[in-house]
């Protein structure tokens, strides 16, 4: 009798040592393996190796784990048959089904999710030993499996993945809310266009860039920006951008006659649908902080800056330049007067809310009342109310937007 509990004892604790290294094996996170191996020590390494191409350790599980099961069942059941009735072993196959259910599958698996960065890397250089014992069969179950698995990469990790990584740890209180937040941001980067970031060309302040520093003097000093583009004859003749500093060491420097596009440098032209991440790019490689931004047709229609590709990441940036106070005026807490010629994406982050639009205030406003409003008239979306409070003849000129 107490041979056959022995027996029984040992093959529920071989086949649960095999499930909770098998359940660690798909819960080690790769991150975690990467700076475990490098920060050096053999079985970390086995242990990246081992969950970079898993195949081998699966194969090698599962036939322990087969075996394991197989030999016990004939082995017990064999003992238990010499000493017991059809009713005893029956009794005693009932209770040892039940004490394996639990000590060789629940409990193991458990365990081995709960503390897989410490399980794993033990149990990886025992793995590597007996896969390569194992190594002939785990052959055959390779050369059987491959047709169903070529193309397949069950272990990328994937943009979503990590965006929902972020919001666990968020919500955990792993990674703090503006990091994750941020974090979001960024993958954002790459569907938000120059289009949808820049102010448009009736709120750009520009200068003739054929005047001189006396004539435009009252501009300079009066000016709210630190950047203008600079035409010749006309706004869509944009021949570089300068910087206000420049030019008021000029006036200082007493060059009064020089011409404004003397103090020009060459302007950065980007298209309406240039991607935000590919426009840091520019910024970064061009040395510059403002791009013109032009559509289709070559026609200049507004500007975006470093300042607005910086925003998509930590949010809004007001400063004593900066333009959205002309187009966003905040009445209180939960409501603002919006310019028309607001873009919706910055509208959401005064209000940290998810509109998907990429069109102006007055754009979007048009489109969902499918004509001129009347003064006074609402719209709801988004958790906001949209009032129209100016309306032109063609155009809805400011509206009153509410958080509710």
């Known amino acids: 009798m107490s041979n056959l509990i022995l027996l029984a004892f040992g093959v529920v604790v071989l086949s649960g040592i095999l499930s909770m290294v098998e359940a660690s094996l798909f819960s080690y996170s790769l991150t975690k393996a990467r700076v475990a191996a490098q920060r050096g020590g053999r079985s970390a390494k086995l242990a990246l190796e081992i969950r970079e191409k898993p195949f081998r350790a699966i194969a090698t599980f599962v036939i322990l784990s087969t075996t394991v099961s197989t030999a016990g069942s004939i082995l017990v059941g064999s003992y238990a048959a010499s000493l017991f009735s059809n009713l005893g072993v029956g009794v005693f196959s009932a209770i040892l089904t039940f004490l394996a259910i639990i000590f060789s599958e629940i409990l193991p698996k458990n365990i081995g999710e709960r503390w897989s960065h410490i399980i794993f890397p033990i149990a990886a250089i025992p793995l590597v030993w007996l896969s390569l014992v194992l190594s002939p069969l785990v052959k055959i179950f390779e050369i059987i499996t491959k047709p169903f698995t070529i193309g397949a990469s069950p272990f990328m990790t994937s943009e979503e993945e990590i965006a929902l990584l972020t919001k666990v740890g968020a919500s955990e209180g792993t990674i703090e809310p503006q990091e994750a937040e941020m974090i979001q941001r960024v993958f954002k980067l790459n569907d938000i266009t120059a289009g949808d970031m820049m102010t448009p060309k009736p709120f750009v302040e520009m200068i003739d860039g054929s005047k001189t520093l006396r004539e435009t003097a009252d501009f300079i000093k009066s000016a709210k920006h630190s950047r203008f583009p600079v035409y010749e004859a006309d706004t869509n003749n944009i021949t570089g951008v300068v910087h206000q500093r420049d030019l008021v060491g000029g006036i200082v420097s007493g060059d009064f006659d020089k011409r404004v596009s003397e103090y020009a440098r060459e302007a950065v032209m980007v298209p ?117 409070e100016e309306v032109g003849p063609r155009q809805i000129d400011r509206a009153k937007i509410v958080k509710i």
């Open 272 to 388: 309406e649908l240039r991607l935000a991440d590919d426009l840091l790019r520019d910024f970064q490689e061009k040395r510059s902080h403002l791009a013109v931004v032009v559509s289709d047709f070559g026609n200049v229609v507004g500007v975006v800056g470093l300042e607005d590709v910086l925003e998509e990441l930590v949010g809004e940036i007001i400063d004593e330049k900066d333009v959205a106070p002309e187009l966003i005026k905040r009445v209180s807490k939960n409501e603002i007067i919006a310019h028309g010629q607001t873009r919706i994406s910055q509208v959401n982050h005064f209000f940290n809310t998810e509109i998907k639009s990429r069109k102006t205030v007055n754009g979007f406003l048009l489109e969902k009342f499918g004509r001129i409003p009347e003064t006074g008239e609402k719209f709801e979306s988004g958790g906001l109310v949209f009032y129209a």
